[in-house]
């Protein structure tokens, strides 16, 4: 027997209760009915590196030391990339392996390069690529491409240049090729546990946010592969959750120019790149001649990242971690959205430090939109947000209002940008669980509550070092009323093999960086 989690990064109710209320979504609708549905609530800031792994984990980044994307050396003053080497912990479906059970991961963000424990099975997500090691053990990789032909890590495709129906048509695909992945590791491998990760509804939904008929068509494809997992004969539950959720962007305020114009941030010779824009030779241009060509496949020989960095974007706009960062005269940067860290080289004293960022945070705080509406919900100290040691922590976390997308661009205008994303994330996802020993009606928990729910569940110990919590309430049967097995901690210093560049031209890729 065999519990399926099915993780659809970005779903939102307001997406998924229209199609259920339409009849289009039968397999939502029966885990709605006949389970236990409700919000999940992410972390801050709800982006995908780290909200994986606070799910896997049930830790807060403080005790994972990865906050974003993006990570940020305070002694080099460097912007890092993060990995699955970065996260201080182990994972849910390490407990598991430890208990005898066998559990398979696939498509996760956050998974690579492939770092899990020996006993899990595991294919890692984006930025790995089929064409390198991208599974644990690496034996796993020939076994998955036979039973999987032509399964791919991510859309090929030349994203912001994809017509809509090309887009869905991809990621369609690849949507099939996970379900077909899960199926296979029940049947062959015998599996108890298996999660899988939709990503490329998160990528679809950035850039069709406007054609609510596109994302449909996706999720009527994935609903139908989750009522063919209810209908299984070896499926004992099904977990539906999301990272986080998703809505409109109403406005798009670039932090780190507004740090610059505030005289906080400053930013060198651009290197050339003002130049190349004034003659029309910008990233997009070249990525558009590689699609035209047809050879995105040899993109990366042909424009490697550390080439594709050089050129700026049509917009004039340059990724924070590619400007020339003047750190004699800087104060604070901004990576991400979310995270803030300042500068501790710029300040004499602690208390000088303390002291701006007291006046930075209230002036983030006070911030309004050209339409007079709040930048941000809220400004939150780290130690305000996060358990554990903090490692490498933010000195400021922003909670940006619904709606504001505060991308870690430099260049243009600080308010009103436009860029191929037509909709962001937002803090509320998607969570629902259907099976023997779920219960049902409505609701919510958080993110952090899963693993230690379903390791509850399983019978297997919780460790004592999680930040969330066994939900009873969603259980009933012997589940519910068996006490919870305390674990030891599951914290490590990180580690293992690490993805290097690829990992920035991924989310380049996506749409993470310009």
């Not at 998924?16 to 709605?32: F, M, Q, S």
């Not at 595991?122 to 599974?135: C, M, N, R, Y």
């Not at 699609?291 to 340059?318: H, I, K, M, Y």
């Not at 933010?394 to 505060?406: F, I, K, N």
Request: hydrophobic residues 35%; glycine residues 8%.
């Amino acid at each position: 027997m065999t519990v399926y989690v099915v993780g659809l990064d970005g779903a939102d109710w307001s997406l998924l209760r229209d199609g259920i209320d339409a009849g289009d979504l039968p397999g939502l609708a029966r885990i709605a009915d006949e389970g236990v549905t409700g919000n999940l609530e992410s972390t801050l800031p709800p982006i995908t590196f780290p909200a994986w792994k606070c799910y896997s984990t049930g830790k807060t980044p403080g005790k994972l030391g990865v906050y974003e994307w993006f990570g940020f050396d305070r002694e080099s003053r460097s912007i890092t990339t993060n990995d699955s080497s970065d996260f201080r912990s182990r994972e849910y479906w390490d407990v598991l392996a430890d208990r005898g059970f066998t559990p398979a991961v696939v498509n996760m963000p956050t998974t690579h390069p492939p770092n899990t424990d020996d006993g899990v099975l595991t294919v890692a997500g984006s930025p790995a690529s089929e064409h390198g090691e991208f599974t644990k053990p690496a034996s796993l990789k020939a076994e998955l491409l036979d039973a999987v032909p032509n399964y791919r890590t991510k859309p090929d495709l030349v994203l912001d240049e994809a017509t809509p129906e090309e887009l869905v048509s991809e990621a369609t695909t690849l949507a099939d090729q996970r379900f077909d992945a899960a199926e296979w590791f029940a049947d062959e491998k015998g599996c108890d546990l298996v999660h899988l990760t939709v990503f490329v509804t998160d990528t679809v939904q950035h850039r069709l946010w406007d054609q609510p008929e596109k994302i449909r068509e996706l999720y009527e494809r994935i609903d139908r592969r989750i009522a063919a997992l209810l209908d299984r004969e070896d499926t004992e539950a099904v977990v539906l959750m999301s990272d986080h959720g998703f809505t409109e962007i109403d406005e798009t305020f670039l932090v780190n120019e507004w740090l610059a114009d505030r005289g906080d941030l400053t930013v060198g010779d651009a290197g050339g790149r003002e130049v190349l824009a004034s003659v029309g030779v910008t990233r997009e241009r070249l990525k558009r001649l590689v699609d035209r060509l047809g050879l995105v496949n040899l993109a990366q020989g042909l424009l490697p990242e550390s080439l594709q960095r050089f050129f700026p974007s049509e917009s004039g706009r340059v990724a924070i971690q590619d400007a020339p960062i003047d750190w004699t005269e800087t104060k604070a940067i901004s990576l991400g959205r979310g995270p803030i860290y300042l500068n501790d080289a710029a300040f004499e004293s602690e208390a000088a430090k303390r002291a701006y960022r007291t006046s930075l945070s209230e002036a983030l705080s006070s911030l309004e939109t050209p339409d007079g509406d709040p930048v941000a919900s809220a400004v939150h100290k780290p130690d305000d947000l996060y358990s554990g040691d903090l490692y490498r922590a933010p000195d400021l976390v922003v909670e940006y209002a619904t709606g504001v997308d505060a991308p870690e661009a430099v260049g243009g205008r600080v308010f009103g940008e436009r860029t191929e994303w037509l909709a962001t994330h937002r803090r509320q996802g998607v969570f629902g669980a259907w099976g023997e020993e779920f219960s049902s009606g409505r609701f919510d928990c958080s993110l952090y509550d899963l693993a230690p729910t379903i390791l509850h569940w399983f019978g297997a110990p919780v460790p004592r070092d999680v930040d969330g919590d066994v939900q009873r309430a969603i259980l009933i049967g012997e589940p519910q009323q068996r006490s919870v097995e305390e674990g030891p901690e599951t914290a490590t210093t990180g580690g293992g093999a690490t993805a290097g560049d690829e990992v920035q031209e991924t989310l380049r890729d996506l749409g993470y960086m310009d």
